[in-house]
């Protein structure tokens, strides 16, 4: 178990270090770090014997070391004392406003960021325009005593991607900050991205671990291949290669008996809407004859479980902990609005835990050891098949009526609208714990097996 010490800050001029007395390999000690700041310092024991590290405020100044009373890490690399870790998380969307200044997301950062001290280290959420590239430094916002302050601090140990969406993601200033950042500071860089739904079914599929958990799922390219779908399987799904938030997801059903094509979908106004057709091409003439075919991807559909005639699927959050291992860190049911074609909440649907759902404890064990292999068993093929470092996935999962273990989706950025729910508070929590403690273990591999990292 790594220990976190106290950080105290002393009126002294002499760049004078205390270390703590039990810190092992501390004799050599020439330098201090903090982010990306490195300074000669003189080392000495606590006088006290104190297991607590104290800074000269000399010292403090020169690595831009915010007085925050978090208990932090310390790492001993090639004669350098490294304290934090320091973890900037990047996103866009900032406000001239000093309660909310990103807007309606700023709660949710205030949440994520309230962790540090049980996680022993020093978050702030930083955008583009922050960053002075001349002196090392970032305009960071704090959360701190239930408020937001802005403090310089040097450039991070990492960073966490916090990215809102593609677009964002996509402009020419953020992807060459991200070049930068790793290129020319070696800073590890977690979240990259969010996944395409196509292309994480094709990774998935090179790996026979994740097969069996795969529905048949293809780019939109024929009628024909639809037309074989539907025979087989009664009902697929067209959804957005890039989609979220369960938009433009339509379900299309075949009744062999009488020869119908329905489709089932969420109208512009936001209605649940069933219609009517005698051939699937003129179903597909008049519901999408204004989008791009070639950007969609056609799915099998599943005879999922059912809650009162109305469809379940799982919300399954992993993330890797403080010792890069994939953990499971939450797992909701979410039960269809009527009539929708979606489980998503802004379509009518509920959230519920387990123990509501299944009121067999047998029953919802076996559902939660399913979910729980299916989930550790796709990050781990996940990680290995895509690029960047990740560090948190949020599944969809389904089940069918035979008890099997279903993909429909995975999010590289999951939302967070199931920790609404009164009793998911503690996976809510544990998931930004987590999000934080694994920022801990890439600072600690840059730091000490850089070659691990930035192969």
Partial sequence: MRKKYPVEFIHHSKQLVFIPADLPNSKDIRRVAFGN????????????????????NDVQKELSMPDLSVPLHVFIDQ???FIGPLIGILTSGFTSYPLRPIGERSMVFAKLLSVNKSVGALPFVFGEEHIDWDQGLIDGYFFVDGGWKILKVPFPNVIYDRLPNRRTERKSELRSLKARMQTDYLIPWYNPGFFSKLDVFERLQQDERAVEYLPET??????????????????????PANGSLGLGIHQILFDKQN???????????????LTKFDS???????IFHNRNLSQ??????????????????????????????????AIAAKIAGNGSVTTHVNNGGTVKSLDELFEDQEERETCEKKLTKAALTLSSVLEKNMEGIIGE????????KSGKVWLFEANSKPGRSI???????????LTRKLSLSFGVFLAEKAITAPEELFQ
Avoid at 37 to 56: E, F, M, Q, W, Y
Avoid at 303 to 310: E, G, I, V, Y
């Fill in 218 to 239: 293809h780019q939109f390219s024929s009628f024909s291949v639809m037309e074989r779908m539907l025979s087989n399987y009664g009902n697929v799904y067209v959804k």
């Fill in 419 to 429: 920790f609404k729910h009164p009793k998911l508070k503690n996976f809510d929590l």
């Fill in 393 to 400: 996935i949020g599944f969809d999962l389904g089940i069918d």
């Fill in 259 to 273: 020869g119908y094509y329905y489709c089932r979908y969420r109208d512009q106004e936001g209605i649940n809407k």
């Fill in 79 to 81: 004669q350098t004392l």
């Fill in 296 to 329: 969609m991807i056609v799915q099998q559909g599943i005879h999922l479980l059912r809650s009162d005639k109305r469809l379940i699927d799982f919300r399954v959050h992993t993330n890797k902990d403080e010792y890069g291992q994939w953990q499971l860190a």
């Fill in 37 to 56: 700041k490195l300074l000669p310092v003189t080392v000495a024991p606590h006088p006290k014997g104190r297991n607590v590290i104290v800074l000269s």
């Fill in 280 to 286: 699937l091409e003129k179903l597909m003439k008049k």
